[in-house]
């Protein structure tokens, strides 16, 4: 096992996955991670995520550039995606779904360059579905549809939600192999937990957890701007610091 070797050399030696979690509105500070692997040619062969670490992932393997999406993120205004409406959540996902359909160059997901797989909650089923093949649009919609806030979204007649319920690292479909995860620490929007949340361990897996990022939400998206500047700068420092893998976490601060 390797000791003490910097993270981007760790990554560059191998072929790798790219896991991001969910985190309620951390799309920004995925973005910023994203741009900074790729900026050092450091490019995943396969990649999952559960709701903003899905929605970040699926973009970047549509063919989306960390660049081009962070354009959109800081454009983002919140009647791009809001639309409220009668049923089981506050906004229908109407405006969320024609918004992924204008940004991404291919609506598949198997059209995608590398594999992805995509974290939901199949809601009558109690459990986490991995998507890996179908519309791309829809299972993002759906790993990112938080509970009360976004109606179900509906794929194979069955209703589905975040993909952070019970798959909040996003890495239920990923094949073994090695694999460096983007946690997001914050806890969850419906969860009462004040306790640290539990990183995942498995093999061959490094866990990046980037502290003190500033948190943006439906009424705060100009912290979003501030949350992936910071997120890339730290995770720029992060990719020259020596890691242990036996450790398997790596926090660097924003």
Known sequence: MLRNVALGEWLARAPFGLAMS????????????????????????????SSAGAMV????????????????????????????????GLLAGKKFDAL??????????????VPVQISAFDILARRTRVLERGDLPRAIRASCAVPAM?????????????????????????????LL?????APAPWSRETAPLVIPRRPDMVTLVL???????PFRLEAGKAAMQAARE??????DLPIDVDLVRLSVAA
Do not use: K
Request: with cysteine; glycine share 10%; hydrophobic share 45%.
């Open 22 to 49: 969910s985190g309620f509105f951390s799309f920004y500070a995925h973005t910023g991670v994203l741009a900074a692997l790729t900026a050092r040619g450091l490019v995943p062969t396969h990649v999952a995520g």
């Open 57 to 88: 992932t699926a973009c970047w393997a549509a063919g989306v550039s960390p660049e081009e999406l962070a354009a959109t993120l800081v454009a983002l205004r919140r009647e791009d995606f809001w639309d409220p409406s009668l049923g089981a």
């Open 100 to 113: 992924l359909r204008r940004m991404l160059p291919v609506d598949r997901i198997e059209a995608c360059r």
């Open 150 to 178: 976004f109606q179900p979204v509906w794929i194979d007649r069955r209703p589905h939600w975040d993909g952070g319920i019970l798959d909040r690292p996003g890495i239920a479909g990923v094949p073994p192999g090695r």
């Open 181 to 185: 995860f983007h946690h997001i620490s």
């Open 211 to 217: 502290d003190d990022l500033p948190r943006a939400n």
């Open 234 to 239: 730290a995770a720029e420092r992060a990719l």
